[in-house]
């Protein structure tokens, strides 16, 4: 039950777009279309902004989008504002009934 | 509104044991499956544990298997995990969080977490 993998740091200046991947194995991320994106500002406790790959809980904006190809799923951030400066993180239900979270990802607004 | 506070958190001796609470409102927590995940200081968010709505099936991390118990009162809309056989690799922030059933994600609700520490 590794960890997925994701970029330590990624930035881009306000308006612009980040992309973050999120690289698992056959056994995770790319056997099951149950991938999960969380953003987690210092302090606070993680809010869900994409689940099943691509869907959209009501309240997040559609700036943030979710895909998958293989063993790699990638959120992006399109038209980067200062308040997504925070921590980002991947999830996926894996093989045998368990879920494994990605490393991790710290987004810099330039 | 949704709130999940979690309490029982503490300093622990390694070896010791704990129980962790996790009160839900705002929601009809009997239709969600409840989570535990949980955060070393400075570290990512690790997965522990999940139990369905009913509390008839119960999953849990490898890194906790046989020492950790998820459970749930949906009388109480309360989230239990008993935590035994304590160890320095077990302090974090451990955070309950809500799933709509069936969407396989570790979470949509969250509550603030409480914090366990293991140290003699």
């Known amino acids: 039950q590794s960890a997925l993998t994701q970029p330590p740091s990624a930035s881009g200046s306000p308006g612009q777009s980040v992309t973050i991947s999120c690289t698992g194995t056959?056994?995770?991320?790319?056997?099951?279309?149950?991938v999960s994106w969380f953003q987690q500002h210092p302090g606070e406790a993680p809010k869900l902004l994409i689940y099943?790959?691509?869907k959209r809980p009501s309240g997040v904006p559609d700036r943030f989008s979710g895909s998958k190809s293989g063993n790699t799923a990638s959120l992006t951030v399109s038209g980067l504002q200062a308040e997504d400066e925070a921590d980002y993180y991947c999830?996926?239900?894996?093989?045998?009934?368990?879920?494994?979270f990605g490393t991790g990802t710290k987004v810099t607004v330039l | 509104q949704v709130q999940l506070v979690e309490s029982g958190g503490g300093v622990v001796q390694p070896g010791r044991s704990l129980r962790l609470s996790c009160a839900a409102s705002?929601?009809?927590?009997?239709?969600?499956?409840m989570h535990w995940v949980r955060q070393a200081p400075g570290k990512g968010l690790e997965w522990v544990a999940v139990?369905?709505?009913?509390?008839?099936?119960?999953w849990y991390a490898d890194s906790v298997k046989g020492r950790f118990t998820i459970s749930r009162d949906n009388s109480k809309n309360t989230l239990y995990v008993q935590m035994n056989s304590l160890s320095a690799e077990d302090t974090a922030l451990y955070y309950c969080?809500?799933?709509?059933?069936?969407?396989?994600?570790?979470?949509?609700?969250w509550g603030q977490g409480t914090l366990v520490t293991v140290s003699s």
């Open positions: 969080a809500a799933e709509t059933s069936g969407r396989y994600h570790p979470g949509e609700y």
């Open positions: 705002g929601f009809t927590f009997s239709i969600f499956s």
């Open positions: 139990t369905s709505n009913d509390g008839s099936v119960q």
């Open positions: 056959s056994s995770d991320v790319g056997g099951y279309n149950y």
């Open positions: 099943e790959v691509t």
């Open positions: 999830s996926s239900y894996a093989l045998s009934n368990k879920y494994v």
